[in-house]
């Protein structure tokens, strides 16, 4: 699966149309998906997205340990795919086991990119005030 670098500066255009995401997180050895609906750019100078993540999520408690996530762009043929990750908890369950994901692990974060999508972002969390 080859990986073109997007410029920090366009990185925004890539969720800029408000798409459901694939959110995909890493810790101590334990990886998480979930679909999230709600993101969006909020900056373009420094870049910053901001996406929803329910604080009670596995997801978020894997993103706050870790400091950062990936967010992945699924293209039509993973409509289902992303329905099922975005309907169950990793807290019980492995995903990616489940599901058969593969993923590539992210060129600067090493964050789990999800194979399908269409393009990613791998990301820093910003602690909200």
């Known amino acids: 699966m080859p990986l073109a670098p997007v410029e920090l500066q366009h990185a925004s255009r890539l969720v800029n ?25 909020v900056e373009f100078t420094p870049p910053r997205i901001a996406v929803v993540i329910d604080k009670k999520t596995f997801t978020r408690e894997l993103l706050q340990a870790s400091g950062c996530f990936a967010i992945g762009l699924p293209c039509a043929a993973l409509a ?21 994901l593969r993923f590539t692990p992210g060129p600067v974060l090493g964050l789990p990119l999800v194979h ?14």
């Open 80 to 100: 289902d795919l992303t329905f099922a990750v975005g309907s169950e908890s990793g807290r019980e369950v492995d995903k990616f086991e489940r599901h058969a």
């Open 17 to 41: 149309h408000g798409p459901t995401v694939l959110v995909s997180t890493t810790h101590q050895g334990r990886h998480n998906v979930m679909a999230a609906a709600w993101s969006m750019p």
């Open 116 to 129: 399908g999508c269409v393009a990613w972002l791998e990301l820093r969390h910003i602690p909200e005030p």
